[in-house]
């Protein structure tokens, strides 16, 4: 069974940066395409980064482009999230997600395609 546990979120202030982390166990790391998304009260999950399984193909939603960076390792099984400048309207639960592929560059952005999912980690940026 595939689990996913994020880790690193909190209080900051705007401006300030914070570094999520996400342990993958079970499965075959190298297999997955890795997403973050975030979710906010009553909002629909929004798909905010994405790496390839191979790591050399990043997306990034326009609204963090420039400010977060999504990365990998494969011997740590961890996807990382570094957000910089963050603003008040990042406040939200941020999940990572698993979606296990044939294809080494593909990233979705649609939460359907991903296999399974964190239990999330709360972000608060206050102004």
């Known amino acids: 069974q595939v689990q996913l546990v994020e880790s690193g979120g909190g209080l900051v202030q705007a401006g300030d940066s914070l570094n999520l982390s996400c342990v993958v166990s079970g499965g075959t790391f190298s297999t997955y395409a890795m997403g973050w998304f975030r979710q906010t009260p009553g909002k629909e999950r929004e798909f905010i980064a994405g790496?390839?399984?191979?790591?050399?193909?990043?997306h990034y939603a326009d609204s963090v482009k420039g400010r977060f960076t999504v990365s990998r390792d494969n011997a740590k099984t961890t996807v990382y999230l570094r957000m910089n400048s963050l603003k008040p309207e990042d406040t939200a639960v941020y999940y990572c997600a698993s979606e296990s592929t044939y294809y080494l560059t593909i990233v979705d952005h649609v939460p359907h395609e991903y296999d399974y999912w964190g239990q999330g980690t709360q972000v608060t940026v206050s102004s």
């Open positions: 790496i390839s399984r191979s790591g050399t193909n990043t």
